[in-house]
């Protein structure tokens, strides 16, 4: 009878398991929605302001004869210091969302190592600070609370810290690691080169461009005000889009965990009914012996 009574609590156990992972999927479900709006919403400026800054930056490498006179050009074959901005998220219970950043992040981490290069780690998110410091790795700078509700300011001073480092040549390379939005039940791991900028070589809408700059002598001062604005916002695309993505992530491993629950249900309760047949059976048995007994 004990044992009958410990997989009754073991199913009840499972089945309260079973209500909180399945509120959690609904409520995941309806933050992603706006997540995933937010996400598309500023993909589309994302993409926008890259496309204006190719333009522009090619119209000036042609005019310089491919030469941009700017220190976010400037590319160091041989870094000394890189600094990598990552973006975890500050809550648990999403899978493998984290992980998959961090083993990125840790990847890196060991290929500049090898290179005796200096690498500076800046975390955003709960997760990956809570990780490296139990690592005992030393994170050069931590934002908490921002990943969860990302906002304008604070990836303006993510992003600007970083930059300015570049700038004053602290550092000769900027990395940003993120776990991106890909659709519902999928993230796609984005690690991208932020600084020093790529200039592009091919402009493939260079005949239909209605682009003028006057004058060209001064299109670096028009590029690096352009490029200000380029670094803050894909570091707030970068939050927005993982939000999006930690979001769907949490609601395909709460829908697992939901699915994982009923099925423990079902066994738990296959036992519990064979035990208690088991049960009666020994009971009749023990009744029918005594019978006879007194016969």
């Known amino acids: 009878m004990a044992n009958l009574k410990e997989i009754k609590r073991k199913i009840k156990s499972v089945q309260n398991t079973q209500k909180t992972t399945r509120a959690m999927k609904l409520v995941s479900t309806a933050k992603l929605k706006r997540a995933e709006m937010a996400a ?21 490498n042609q005019y310089k004869g491919g030469v941009i006179e ?25 899978g ?18 090898r290179q005796n290069i200096n690498v500076r780690l800046r975390a955003v998110g709960r997760k990956g600070m809570a990780f490296f410091n139990f690592q005992g ?38 990395i940003l690691v993120h776990n991106g939005y890909k659709n519902m039940i999928s ?33 670096e001062e028009i590029l690096d005000s352009l490029i200000q604005k380029y670094f803050e916002y894909n570091m707030y695309y970068a939050l927005v889009d993982s939000l999006a993505a930690e979001h769907s992530a949490r609601m395909q491993a709460m829908e697992n965990a939901t699915n994982n629950a009923k099925e423990r249900v079902g066994l738990l309760t296959l036992a519990y009914n064979k035990a208690r047949q088991e049960s009666i059976t020994t009971e009749l048995i023990e009744i029918i012996s005594g019978v006879e007994s007194m016969k």
């Open 40 to 60: 598309k919403q500023s993909r589309v400026y994302a993409v926008k302001i890259n496309e204006v800054l190719s333009e522009i930056a090619y119209k000036i």
């Open 70 to 94: 700017s220190r976010f050009f400037e590319k160091n074959d041989a870094p000394k210091t890189v600094d990598v901005i990552f973006v975890t998220a500050d809550k648990g219970l999403c």
């Open 96 to 113: 493998g969302f984290n992980i998959q950043t961090i083993k990125a992040v840790r990847r890196l981490l060991e290929d500049y190592t």
């Open 137 to 174: 790795v030393e994170l050069f700078a931590s934002y908490a609370g921002v990943s969860s509700a990302p906002n304008y300011e604070k990836a303006q001073e993510i992003i600007n810290a970083a930059v300015s480092d570049f700038i004053e040549k602290k550092t000769d390379q900027v």
């Open 187 to 219: 993230q796609e791991l984005k690690i991208v080169d932020v600084v020093p900028v790529e200039p592009p070589m091919d402009y493939t809408l260079e005949s239909n461009s209605m682009m003028e700059l006057e004058p060209l002598d001064g299109g």
